[in-house]
């Protein structure tokens, strides 16, 4: 991905995502290491980074595309980020979710304007029935990660981070689909390959592991975590596409840990972080990451319901 692609899909966000803040973290810092800075993606209009990936896909459809409607499958976010695109273009929108799915971000959907169907089961299923849709009513399916138009607006995410700060050495982002991380090996990679890049996922939930292992994606038989934007049971295979060539490692962090985050971030930084955006926090926490210089923190998300999170910072 070049850096034309990189600034045309920035300048697709103007006046529809923010360029959100880097916040300075000192209590994240190590001995001998480099100040941390957070980037703050829970403070995007719908909540999460996810935004960034959903305008920049449906404002390169077509005319006749537009008329026929989008669909895609989320456990909640990008579900959020399609249905305020798709209203802010004027486009039907339908969002299969799954019965858990927090109701914040199930209302957060409905709130915006898209239609929702829930789905027992796990996330093949929520994508069976997005693909089923698509074909039989003749939406266009805007998948949450599988597309190089999501992963070229996840990646502005980093853009702004590296025009920022210029001194940044290390990027860290966490996993689900690998959208977000797939952006920040994009921007890396076309901007500033000396910027080390890496992954934080949950212990249950290691698809990112298994795939650096493999050599390629890999099918989990089950996830589960706190982190429930952190649960796909692959990683997508064009976000490791991406990944795969400049990842410099992953780590993973287990619920105790991002619990102990979403609390930190509250108590030192007055910050609502759901779960899912605070993993990167927990690996710095718990000394997962070799931080040996100026580190930023992607902080991915904030949408979590009030009761929940009164739960965790307890």
Avoid at 59 to 80: A, C, D, F, K, W
Avoid at 110 to 138: F, I, K, N, W
Wanted: glycine share 12%; charged share 15%; net charge neutral.
């Amino acid at each position: 991905m070049t850096e034309a692609e990189l600034r045309s899909a920035a300048a697709a966000l103007q006046g529809v995502a923010l360029e959100t803040p880097l916040v300075g973290a000192p209590g994240l810092g190590v001995p001998g290491g480099g100040p941390v800075r957070l980037k703050c993606e829970h403070l995007q209009p719908m909540g999460a980074f996810k935004i960034r990936g959903a305008w920049n896909s449906v404002s390169r459809l077509s005319p006749e595309q537009r008329s026929r409607g989008i669909v895609t499958h989320s456990s909640g976010n990008h579900g959020q980020a399609l249905a305020l695109a798709g209203a802010r273009a004027g486009i039907r929108t339908v969002v299969v979710m799954p019965e858990s799915a927090p109701a914040i971000k199930v209302s957060g959907v409905r709130s915006r304007g898209a239609e929702v169907v829930l789905v027992p089961g796990p996330a093949s299923e929520r994508g069976r029935v997005a693909q089923e849709m698509a074909d039989t009513q003749g939406l266009v399916m805007v998948p949450p990660y599988e597309s190089h138009d999501v992963v070229a607006g996840q990646a502005t995410c980093t853009l702004e981070i590296l025009d920022m700060w210029p001194a940044v050495t290390m990027i860290v982002a966490p996993v689900g689909g690998g959208g977000l991380l797939a952006g920040a090996c994009a921007a890396t990679s076309a901007l500033r390959p000396d910027v080390k890049v890496f992954g934080v996922e949950p212990v249950g939930a290691p698809k990112l592991t298994r795939a650096m292992d493999a050599g390629h994606p890999v099918v989990l038989e089950q996830t589960a975590s706190v982190a429930d934007g952190l649960l796909p049971m692959q990683i997508g295979v064009i976000p490791f596409g991406y990944i795969q060539p400049v990842l410099a490692g992953v780590v993973q962090v287990s619920d105790a840990e991002i619990i102990a985050a979403v609390r930190f971030l509250y108590q030192h930084h007055g910050m609502r972080v759901e779960p899912s955006g605070a993993a990167t926090v927990a690996a710095l926490l718990a000394g997962h990451l070799p931080v040996t210089g100026p580190t930023a923190a992607i902080l991915s998300g904030g949408n979590i319901d009030p009761e929940r999170f009164a739960d965790l910072v307890r």
